[in-house]
């Protein structure tokens, strides 16, 4: 499955963004979909995940609250409301896939990667 990240961009401290990740197959129900970020100097970490079936969701203990991880079977999107958006946010964002059971925290359980994109928060 080819992934396509977009929504990102330049806001100020304690906006918000909505991220979306589209899916090039009509099986996309099929995968648990997440979401990670890279700031710079640092290395990729997890944001949430969503599993294909029940929608069960996850998150990193530092977007709890704030984050929202949805998906949208229809459109073959999954999607990342970010809200109270913080300067530590600041960070490339990347979707990823897996099309196996478990909805995984670690990035190397996921085979199919977007290309990512950038979220810029403002103090």
């Known amino acids: 499955v080819q992934l396509q990240a977009s929504g990102g961009g330049l806001v100020q401290a304690g906006g918000s963004l909505r991220l979306s990740c589209a899916a090039s197959e009509p099986t996309f129900s099929n995968y648990n979909m997440g979401w990670f970020r890279q700031a710079p100097g640092r290395e990729r970490e997890f944001v949430a995940v969503?599993?294909?079936?029940?929608?069960?969701?996850d998150y990193a203990d530092s977007v709890k609250g704030r984050f929202t991880i949805s998906r949208d079977n229809a459109k073959n999107t999954a999607y990342l409301q970010m809200n109270s958006l913080k300067p530590e946010d600041t960070a490339v964002y990347y979707c990823?896939?897996?099309?196996?059971?478990?909805?995984?925290?670690?990035?190397?359980?996921?085979?199919?990667w977007g290309q990512g994109t950038l979220v810029t928060v403002s103090s």
């Open positions: 990823a896939a897996r099309n196996v059971p478990g909805a995984p925290t670690s990035e190397a359980e996921y085979s199919y």
């Open positions: 969503i599993r294909r079936v029940g929608g069960i969701t």
